[in-house]
């Protein structure tokens, strides 16, 4: 059965034993749902928004077990050796940057794991301090040009989403910009609103309040299209910049080999679902994610498509994790 016919059967049907499915005894009992990182952040608040529709569904508890370290990859690593068949892993944009920084990282994405599907997406805005001066991408890259080697980049972290746009627009613009390490964006915001870096690449939801405030200003986001929290301000595509086009994501995965398809197929369907309704919809909007369904198939390509491109990057730019 097709995507389209599990979403219109609906959870109970899935469930029910005249269903397609009912010959399937997955789960036989609790899921534990990997989170690499810390409680708190996007893919935690994702991943804890659907365990409770999963569990209904499924008539199994999905517990979150958040296991962060080393920029996701103790998580992820972990959840590659699950054996189990009742694992599964919330991964995003740092599995796939992982293993081109770190080549003896102990776990390979299309190698080891199996995508259920897509689930969010949340885009980086381009910041500046409103002291700073610019207020467009073309007076921050005349800056850079006027003051070269001189402008400071703050990201949350070497090797993250944030470090490799930063260092992706520097090589676009063809400008030099020193990139300066945070512990997360919490430790970076301080230095950008007193003004001690000169831009970031940094999520929504941190920077809004500020941006409300009058403290920093938005020169452009990465999103494909404008967004409706910071209206007039333009996309780095609109820009001349389509390479820039970068978000944050969210996928479900399985470690390869352990869930049947059988199941894997069902929770695609149900993940579908979960993303379609509206208190799953009201969760995402509330920590600045949008539900971004995508099946098996595309998403397993995608995420080829991104380990790639990110590789890319990492070389040319010749970045290295001390």
Do not use: C
């Not at 003051?147 to 993250?160: C, F, K, V």
């Not at 404008?226 to 301000?233: C, D, K, Q």
């Not at 994610?289 to 590789?311: D, I, K, M, N």
């Amino acid at each position: 059965m097709g995507l389209s016919g599990l979403a219109a059967l609906g959870p109970s049907a899935l469930l029910s034993p005249t269903g397609a499915l009912a010959s399937e005894p997955w789960p036989t009992r609790p899921l534990r749902l990997i989170v690499p990182f810390a409680p708190g952040g996007a893919a935690d608040s994702s991943a804890r928004a659907l365990a409770d529709p999963f569990a209904t569904a499924l008539g199994q508890a999905v517990v979150v077990e958040n296991r962060p370290g080393a920029g996701s990859a103790v998580g992820v690593k972990l959840a590659a050796q699950a054996r189990d068949g009742h694992t599964l892993l919330m991964g995003s944009n740092s599995m796939v940057i992982n293993p081109s920084l770190q080549p003896a990282i102990g776990y390979e994405v299309a190698r080891d794991f199996e995508p259920v599907g897509m689930v969010s997406v949340q885009p980086l805005v381009l910041v500046v301090p409103a002291g700073s001066g610019p207020r467009s991408v073309k007076d921050l890259v005349a800056q850079a040009k006027a003051r070269p080697g001189t402008l400071t980049a703050g990201n949350s972290g070497p090797g993250t989403l944030a470090h490799l746009t930063s260092e992706l627009f520097a090589a676009e613009m063809g400008i030099d910009l020193i990139p300066v390490p945070y512990k997360g964006e919490s430790a970076l915001l301080p230095d950008l609103l007193g003004g001690l870096v000169n831009l970031g690449f940094l999520n929504l939801p941190s920077v809004l309040p500020h941006l409300k405030a009058g403290k920093l200003v938005a020169l452009a986001v990465s999103a494909p299209q404008p967004l409706a929290e910071l209206p007039g301000v333009p996309t780095l595509r609109s820009q001349g910049l389509p390479t820039l086009e970068v978000q944050g994501w969210a996928a479900l995965l399985a470690p390869r080999g352990t869930v049947p398809t059988e199941a894997l197929t069902r929770l695609e369907g149900l993940l579908a679902q979960a993303l379609a309704s509206e208190p799953v919809r009201a969760r995402f909007a509330a920590i600045g994610v949008a539900p971004h369904p995508l099946g098996r198939a595309p998403t397993a390509a995608f995420l080829q498509q991104e380990e790639r491109r990110y590789a890319a990057i990492i070389r040319s730019r010749g970045i290295r994790l001390e």
